[in-house]
C-alpha cells in the first residue's frame, strides 16, 4: 500500500484538474463591441455582447481614459445578455495623438464588473486646452463573488486549456531533468540501471511533449486562428522535441548495451543543456506571440489568479506524477527484457 499513495494521489488530482477545470464557469465578461469607433463631441449608442451575465440590480458603465478619468455613461439597459449603452463624449478631449483607446467597463453589484481592456478607439481634439472630461477618481467597481475563472476577451472558454498544456511542458521538463540525472549518474557509475531509468524517463516526458505540442496547436487555433505560426516558440519547441527523437534513434542503432548505454547517456545531457536555451531565451530576445516571449507578459496577476492556481498547480503536481509513473512502467518492461533475454537483471 505504501507504494500506491502517490498513483492514487496521481489519478485523484488529474480528475480534479479535468472536472474542476473544465466545469468551473467564468466570470462574466464582454464579446464585441459595436461601434468600437467613436469620436468627441457625439452621443454614442453601443450595443455590446455580454458572457454569462445575469439579470443585474443597477447597471453601470464608464470609459476609462486614465487611472483617474472616467466618463459615466448616461444610460445601461441589458436584454437578452445585450447591453446598450449610452455615452455623451465630451467635446474637446486634450490627447497627444488623435487617436486613443478608451477601456469599457460595466458594473453591478450581483455580476461584478465586466471588461473590454482598451476596445473603444476615440477619435479627439489635440487642440484645447481644457476638458470636459470627468475626472471623478475611481468609482464603485464591484467584484463577482464565488469560485470563477477570469474572462479574457481573446481566450475566452480557451483559458480552461492553462490546466493541461502549460502543466504537461512542466511535467516534460522535470521528466527530462531527472532522465538527465540518472545519464549523469549512468556515466560516472556505469551501472546499466541508471541507463534503463534515463531511457524511461526521457520516453515519458516525450510523451508528455508531444501532448503538450497537441494541445497548444488547438489553443493556438482558437486564439491565432492557426494550428501553426512561423513564431519563434512554437518552432524553437518543435526543434527540441526532435532532439529527444533524435536520442531514441540513437538507442535503436546499436545492440551493444554498454556501448548504447554510454552514448545515449552523453547525448541525453548535450540534449537538456540544448533546449534551455531554445525554450527559455531564444524566444524572449525575438517577436513572439507566446505570453512569456517577444515582449508578450507571462500569465499572471488576474489572468493566472487564486482560483485558476487552486487547479493549475495540482495539474502540474498530477502530469507530472502520471509521467513517472508511466516511466516506471517502461523500466519493469526494460528489466523484465533483460531477465529473459539478457539475463542481466537479478529481481
Not at 488530482?13 to 466545469?23: D, E, I, Q, S, T
Not at 464557469?25 to 468627441?40: A, D, M, Q, R, T
Not at 513564431?231 to 548495451?257: H, Q, W
Amino acid at each position: 500500500m505504501k507504494s500506491l499513495w502517490w498513483k492514487c494521489l496521481c489519478i485523484a488530482l488529474l480528475l480534479y484538474a479535468l472536472f474542476v477545470g473544465m466545469l468551473t464557469p467564468l466570470k462574466p465578461g464582454i464579446l464585441n463591441i459595436s461601434p468600437f469607433l467613436v469620436s468627441s463631441g457625439e452621443r454614442v449608442s453601443m450595443e455590446v455582447e455580454a458572457y454569462n451575465v445575469e439579470a443585474g440590480k443597477e447597471w453601470q458603465a464608464y470609459l476609462k481614459k486614465d487611472s483617474l478619468s472616467y466618463l459615466k455613461a448616461s444610460a445601461v439597459e441589458l436584454t437578452n445578455g445585450k447591453f446598450k449603452i449610452d455615452f455623451e463624449i465630451p467635446s474637446h478631449i486634450p490627447s497627444e495623438t488623435s487617436l486613443q483607446a478608451l477601456t469599457l467597463l460595466i458594473t453591478d453589484e450581483r455580476n461584478g464588473t465586466l471588461v473590454y481592456p482598451e476596445g473603444i478607439q476615440l477619435k479627439s481634439s489635440t487642440n484645447e486646452s481644457t476638458s470636459s472630461w470627468l475626472k471623478e477618481g475611481h468609482p464603485r467597481l464591484y467584484k463577482k463573488e464565488g469560485f470563477l475563472f477570469p474572462y479574457r476577451n481573446i481566450l475566452r472558454e480557451t483559458i480552461r486549456n492553462m490546466y493541461y498544456h502549460v502543466p504537461l511542458w512542466f511535467s516534460m521538463f522535470i521528466l527530462f531533468f531527472a532522465g538527465m540525472m540518472c545519464s549523469i549518474w549512468y556515466l560516472k557509475t556505469k551501472k546499466i540501471e541508471y541507463d534503463h531509468r534515463a531511457s524511461s524517463l526521457i520516453y515519458s516526458g516525450m510523451l508528455m511533449g508531444v501532448l503538450g505540442l497537441i494541445t497548444g496547436s488547438l489553443w493556438a487555433k482558437a486564439t491565432w486562428g492557426a494550428y501553426w505560426t512561423n513564431d519563434m516558440k512554437l518552432n524553437m519547441s518543435a526543434v527540441s522535441m526532435l532532439i529527444y527523437f533524435a536520442y531514441a534513434i540513437l538507442r535503436s542503432g546499436t545492440e551493444d548495451i554498454e556501448r548504447k548505454a554510454t552514448l545515449s547517456s552523453a547525448y541525453n545531457i548535450f540534449a537538456f543543456i540544448t533546449i534551455v536555451p531554445l525554450i527559455f531565451v531564444l524566444p524572449r530576445v525575438a517577436d513572439s506571440l507566446h505570453p512569456g516571449n517577444g515582449g508578450n507578459p507571462a500569465f499572471g496577476g488576474e489572468d493566472l489568479d487564486n482560483t485558476m492556481r487552486a487547479v493549475f498547480y495540482p495539474a502540474i503536481i498530477g502530469f507530472t506524477l502520471m509521467g513517472v509513473w508511466l516511466g516506471q512502467i517502461l523500466l519493469r518492461i526494460k528489466r523484465i527484457k533483460e531477465k529473459i533475454f539478457f539475463n542481466k537483471i537479478d529481481f
